[in-house]
């Protein structure tokens, strides 16, 4: 399969070049502009899908470089600020818990989680629901990639339970016995946990990256009571609502606690490198929650995880050399962040944003609030990625929304949480979605229905009892 679409590269290309030509608007420096029509460029070949990320945001380096929009008539200095973006300690740590996430892999310690509440809750159709959701929510903070979380440990489980009970992929006619309730189940579970943490997606330190950048501070901390709430309503909401609209026809799974005692049999009992995993696994959530007492960052307490697994050898330097997925995301994710920052730097989003406010100022915030969460929400279908959408509109819209009066940390947290949400309106919305839209189990039409209401009963959590909640703990 070829990595490279020539025609959409060369659409991508036009699409720059058309947007560098036109006369920047008034209030824009050429600077800004020209930036402006490299960042658009490569979101536009990364939705259409025109190279891998990483080779669009190699390409997006090398133009910045070389047209010195950085740094007019200085070349040295341009190339120096195309790179900054790698000294980011928000992409060190996105990357590091990639790194991390791979010990719960390799050392089986995802898989036994799941067995073990798989064994709990297993009775029931529902049970099974929620004892898989429980088990993508306990490894979230650690585990950033969702793609890995549920493709790589909970997708393959839920499957084998779903086979189990004569519900199988290549055979139509079983698939409503039980794989397609448990496969939105799990893939809308993988959502909502990734929502609920700093560290629960690869796109969520964007959001503290770009909020920073307007003077919004958000901690690892703040972001997980901020999302408590309303994270956890919808994680005890959505299953039953899916329960209800899309049932599955078998209703009770007496033998899945079976099934599962039986594979942690087989694990045998714990090994010493899980009981180090989750050592590190506890260390790390103390930190992350106590860090602002110790002067402690999210990034530092992230490379104090890995060194610890690198000592003990439960992850060796060849684990992490071949972790591609935590490279490649260091490399478009600097990049992205870079552009998008630069673009703060340089006025154009402070212009925007009183070019929209001109446009809608005479709403109040309380109108303007939903209608901004709306927009990005809704704006999703067009996404190929959620980490594209975060850096095409997440900044933009904060600055709007923040111009217009709306609560900074308020608008800041909700288009975070949204960053996973929209996910579940598309089969192709975030990481997860092709792997459990591939089983089969759901068809295209059931999918994006169930996706619009799951989606809608999302929203309407998350804006009324997501911002009573932080009204009541002072965000706002």
């Not at 490894?139 to 199988?168: C, D, H, Q, V, W």
């Amino acid at each position: 399969m070829k990595e490279v679409n020539i025609t959409r590269v060369l659409i991508t290309l036009a699409a720059g070049i058309a947007l560098w030509l036109i006369p920047q608007p008034d209030g824009v420096t050429p600077e800004a502009w020209h930036l402006f029509a490299i960042f658009v460029a490569t979101i536009l070949g990364i939705i259409l899908k025109a190279a891998p990320m990483g080779t669009m945001c190699m390409i997006a380096i090398g133009i910045t470089a070389f047209s010195q929009v950085l740094a007019p008539g200085e070349a040295g200095k341009s190339i120096t600020l195309a790179l900054r973006g790698f000294g980011d300690k928000v992409i060190w740590l996105i990357g590091i818990s990639f790194f991390i996430a791979r010990g719960f892999i390799k050392t089986g310690l995802g898989n036994r989680i799941a067995f073990l509440f798989i064994r709990i809750f297993g009775k029931s159709s529902l049970g099974l629901a929620y004892g898989l959701g429980l088990a993508d929510l306990c490894l979230a903070p650690a585990i950033p990639s969702n793609t890995a979380r549920g493709g790589g440990i909970i997708y393959p489980i839920m499957k084998s339970m779903a086979i189990s009970f004569g519900s199988e992929p290549d055979k139509p006619e079983t698939h409503r016995k039980l794989g397609s309730y448990l496969t939105l189940n799990s893939y809308n579970m993988n959502l909502i946990a990734s929502s609920m943490f700093l560290t629960g997606t690869a796109s969520n330190p964007m959001c503290q990256k770009f909020a920073a950048d307007l003077g919004i501070t958000i901690s690892w901390m703040s972001w997980a009571i901020a999302a408590i709430i309303p994270g956890l309503v919808s994680f005890f909401v959505i299953p039953f609502v899916l329960y209800k609209l899309y049932p599955p026809e078998l209703k009770k799974t007496g033998d899945a606690p079976q099934m599962a005692a039986k594979k942690l049999t087989e694990m045998g009992p714990v090994t010493r490198n899980e009981w180090l995993m989750l050592l590190a696994f506890f260390i790390l959530l103390f930190l992350w929650i106590t860090g602002d007492l110790f002067s402690i960052d999210a990034t530092t307490t992230a490379f104090i995880g890995l060194i610890m697994l690198l000592l003990t050898s439960v992850l060796t330097w060849e684990d992490i050399k071949s972790e591609k997925g935590a490279w490649d995301t260091i490399v478009w994710f600097s990049v992205l962040v870079m552009m998008a920052s630069s673009l703060n730097e340089l006025g154009f989003i402070g212009w925007f944003s009183n070019l929209v406010k001109v446009q809608i100022g005479d709403l109040s915030w309380q109108i303007a609030f939903p209608v901004i969460i709306l927009v990005y929400f809704f704006s999703h279908y067009l996404f190929a990625s959620a980490t594209a959408h975060v850096a095409a509109m997440y900044a933009a819209l904060l600055g709007v929304g923040v111009s217009m009066g709306i609560p900074g940390l308020l608008l800041a947290f909700m288009l975070g949480f949204i960053g996973s949400l929209y996910g579940t309106l598309t089969h192709y919305g975030h990481g997860p979605a092709p792997v459990f839209f591939g089983s089969g189990y759901v068809d295209l039409k059931n999918w994006w229905l169930r996706g619009l209401e799951t989606g809608l009963i999302l929203l309407l959590i998350y804006m009324t009892i997501g911002g009573l909640w932080m009204k009541i703990i002072g965000y706002y």
